[in-house]
C-alpha cells in the first residue's frame, strides 16, 4: 500500500447508519479517529436523524435524505471552524444518528397498590397495568437531556424514568377522577387518552412524544373482588324465599326416588320449614310488631381433643384457651365439635386458630 492510499484511507467519504436493532434509539457514527472527507455523502435514512456535534456543541440537524457536505450544507458548522485551508478541510465532527421510529410494546405498572376512595366501596386499593410507545420528535434536546455522549443509547436506559412518570400520574389521576371502580373497565380507552395527554408535556421536556398509552387491566384486591363474586351471586339468585323452597321442593324429589333415604326426608322436611319461616321474615313489613322478648341466649359450643391419645373435654371456648396456655391444644391437635362429621386438625378450624394465635411459641432453644 502507497503512502497516498494510506492517507486517502485516513478520510471517510460516505457516512451513514444501517442498523437491525428495533431497541436502539442513538448510535454514534464510528469514524476511528479518522477525518471526514469534505465533499463526503451524509446518507439519513426514513425514520432518522443525523446531529452533528463540534467540539462538544451541537453544530446542525439532519432530516431525512441524501447530503453532500460542503460549505453552503453547513452553515453552522462552517461558522464555528472558519474552515481554514480554503474551505476544503476535512473535519473530525461526531455524527449522532437518533432513531425516529416509534418504540412500541413498553410496559408499565404499579409496584404497590394505589389507595383511592370510591362512593359505593369506600377505601379501595387499586392496581393497574398496560403498554405505552414513544418517538424521539426533537433530535437536540433528546441528545442534550438525556442520550449526552453515549455512543450507544437504548430503550432499557430510559424506560424506568418513563414508566415511573406514567404511573405516578396514573395513581394522581385515577384517585381524582372519582369514576365509580365498576365502571372503570368501560373507561380505560378514555383514560389512556387522557393520561398520554396530561403525561406528554412532561415526555417533551425529554424531546419525546408519547404517541400510544393504554390501560389493559385495572384490577381490585383478591377479598373485594370476592366479595363482588358473592353479590353477584345474590343478585342471580334474586328472591332467597322462593330459592330456597326451590331448593327444598329438590331435596323432596331426591328423597321420593330413594325411599330408604329418610334421613335426606327429615333433612328436606325442616330445609322446607325453615324457608317457610325465613320467608315469612323477610316478607314481614317493616313496622310489624318484634317478637315478644328476646331470643334465648346462644349456648356456648363445646370442643373436644385428643390428649396423648385420648379424648378430653367438653371444653367452652375459655376452657379452649386455658387448654392451649398449658400446652394441651395445639395447631396439630385433633379437635371435635358438635356438627362436624369427623375429627379435624385445629389449624383448619379458624375459631381455634383465633385462639392460638393469642399463645406464645415456645421458647427457642
Known sequence: M???DIITGQFIDVVEWMSDEEDVMVKRFDREDSEIKYGAMLT????????????????????????Q???ANLPILTTLQSW???FKSPFKAEVYFLSTKQFIDLKWGTKNPIMMRDKEFGAVRLRGFGTYAIRIVDAAKFLKEVAGTDDYFTTDEITDQLRNLVVSRFAEITASAEIPVLDLAANYEDLGNFLRERINPEFAAYGLELTTLLVENI????????????RTSMGVIGDLRKYT???????????????????????????????????ATLNAPPDSPAPAGPPPVPEAPQYYIVVDGKRAGPYDPDEMIEQAQNGSLHRKSLVWRGGMRKWRVASELDEITEILDHIPPEIPA
Do not use: C, H
Open 2 to 4: 502507497g503512502l497516498w
Open 44 to 67: 439519513v435514512r426514513e425514520s432518522q436523524t443525523a446531529v452533528f456535534v463540534n467540539e462538544g456543541q451541537i453544530a446542525d440537524v439532519f432530516p431525512p435524505g441524501l447530503y
Open 69 to 71: 457536505l460542503e460549505t
Open 84 to 86: 481554514p485551508y480554503g
Open 219 to 230: 384490577s381490585l384486591p383478591t377479598e373485594v373482588e370476592k366479595a363482588l363474586d358473592k
Open 245 to 279: 323452597e326451590y331448593q327444598a321442593a329438590d331435596a323432596l324429589t331426591k328423597a321420593a326416588d330413594n325411599p330408604g333415604g329418610g334421613g335426606e326426608a327429615i333433612a328436606m322436611g325442616m330445609g322446607f320449614a325453615m324457608a317457610n319461616k325465613l320467608g
